[in-house]
Every structure is written in structure tokens, then in C-alpha cells.
């Protein structure tokens, strides 16, 4: 049974999720920088986060996480098309983040409208295919020596912004998730055995009472 103070907990945390930020992982390999993103995707309040991998399945690193992937859900996309697509449909603008030359500066950028950061690969960037998908190429600016900083770092320095510009707008002031994602969420997040169960058996979860407390229905 959960207690008093984690409920509270765990709504105050539901009630500041933004479903319209997010991030786009395309190839980030490293399970440490995977990791590190969601950690930072989870401060700035991203409900779910997105990931391209060619292997299929995404690296993780619970160490990094500090089990940050429990709290952003992930949808991984077999392409990079198939993901861009996916977001537009839902009508978040594309940020590809580049060192290119007709990239941006990130504080450009309005990220109070639906907003989906594209980060590449550590070796090899965003690929040209997905940066010709996004709506804007942005950039942080290089003063120094090195030309392009640790992905994960680049995706904070930008999620903290956007993070700066929506506490500014009010956007963390009052829930933004639809009910339905609500209350399916809080499910998940106290009773997480139970809703995997119920899942794989295909049957809906039970409602919860305003202490977290499951009704089960007598018939
Ligand atoms: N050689 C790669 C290139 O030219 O893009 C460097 C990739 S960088 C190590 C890995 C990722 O971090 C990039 O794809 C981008 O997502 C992000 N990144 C790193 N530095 C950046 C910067 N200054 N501005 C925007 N994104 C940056």
C-alpha cells in the first residue's frame, strides 16, 4: 500500500509533466548518454521520450538513470522517418541539433509551442536524412576549443531552457496531461507489478480512490 507522502509525491511530479516536450534520440549508443538524457528529459517534466536505434532495442544504463527511465515512458521507432512523422502527426516542430551553418542559436527558439529536440549520434550526429525531416537546425554556440559538446550535455543545456521558458509561460503551474494519461500513469507508477500483470492479460486497470488506493469492483 502506498503511503500518504508518496502519492503526494508522485502527483505533485505528474501534475508538471509536459506532453508536448520531448526529445528524439537518433543512435545515441552510449548507454551512459542515453541514460543521462532521460534523467535530464525527467527534471524538466517530458512525459515520453523518443528513440531511433539500429539494433532495435536502446541502451541503458540504470547506474546514470538514477532510474529516471522509470518515470519517462519510451517509444522506440524502427527509422528516424517513422519517428519524425510520428511527432508531427502530434503536431510537435522538429529541433535537429547541429553544428551547421544554417542552424540557430537554441535560445531562438520558442519551446512553450510543442517541442521535439532531435539529438544524434555521439560519433556521427544528426544524419542528414532526419536533419532534412526537422523544421529548424539549432545550435549551441562554440567559444572554445572543442567543436561539439557530450550529447547529453547538449540535450540538457537545451531541455533547461526550454524548462526556463515554460516555468516562465505558467506551463508547470496546473496538470497539462489529458485524464485518461493521468490516471493510467499514477496506476502505473504505484502499483507497477500489478499494471504489467493486467496488461499482459488485457484487462483494464481499476480505478483508484484520492488516496491512491485501488476500488476494486465487486462485479
Ligand atoms: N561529429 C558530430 C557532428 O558533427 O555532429 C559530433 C556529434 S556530437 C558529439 C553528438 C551530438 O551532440 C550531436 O549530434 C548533437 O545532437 C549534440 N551536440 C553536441 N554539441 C552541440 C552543439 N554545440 N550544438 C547543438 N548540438 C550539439
Redesign the pocket.
Known amino acids: 500500500m502506498p503511503t500518504e507522502a508518496r502519492v503526494r509525491r508522485l502527483k505533485a511530479v505528474l501534475d508538471r509533466r509536459q506532453p508536448d516536450l520531448t526529445v528524439l534520440m537518433e543512435n545515441v549508443s552510449k548507454p551512459h548518454n542515453f541514460s543521462a538524457i532521460l534523467r535530464s528529459a525527467d527534471a524538466v517534466g517530458v512525459y515520453e521520450a523518443h528513440a531511433v536505434h539500429p539494433t532495435g532495442g536502446v541502451p541503458t544504463h540504470h547506474h546514470t538513470a538514477a532510474g529516471a527511465a522509470r518515470w519517462v515512458y519510451l517509444k522506440v521507432h524502427p527509422d528516424v522517418e517513422t519517428a519524425v512523422q510520428h511527432l508531427k502527426d502530434r503536431g510537435f516542430s522538429i529541433y535537429a541539433?547541429?553544428?551547421s551553418d544554417d542552424a540557430v542559436d537554441?535560445r531562438e527558439v520558442d519551446y512553450t509551442r510543442p517541442a521535439a529536440i532531435l539529438?544524434?549520434?555521439?560519433?556521427?550526429?544528426?544524419s542528414e536524412q532526419a536533419a532534412g525531416l526537422a523544421d529548424q537546425s539549432?545550435?549551441?554556440p562554440?567559444l572554445g576549443m572543442a567543436q561539439?559538446?557530450?550529447?547529453s550535455v547538449?540535450a540538457a543545456v537545451i531541455l533547461f531552457e526550454a524548462q526556463r521558458q515554460r516555468l516562465a509561460a505558467g506551463l508547470y503551474d496546473r496538470p497539462r496531461l489529458e485524464a485518461e494519461s493521468y490516471r493510467r500513469t499514477l496506476f502505473e507508477w504505484l502499483y507497477p507489478e500489478l499494471a504489467r500483470e493486467l496488461r499482459e492479460r488485457g484487462e483494464p486497470y481499476p480505478e483508484l480512490d484520492a488516496e491512491g488506493r485501488i476500488r476494486w469492483s465487486s462485479s
Open positions: 541539433t547541429r553544428l537554441y539529438l544524434g549520434s555521439e560519433k556521427w550526429g544528426v539549432i545550435v549551441i562554440m561539439s559538446l557530450n550529447v547538449a
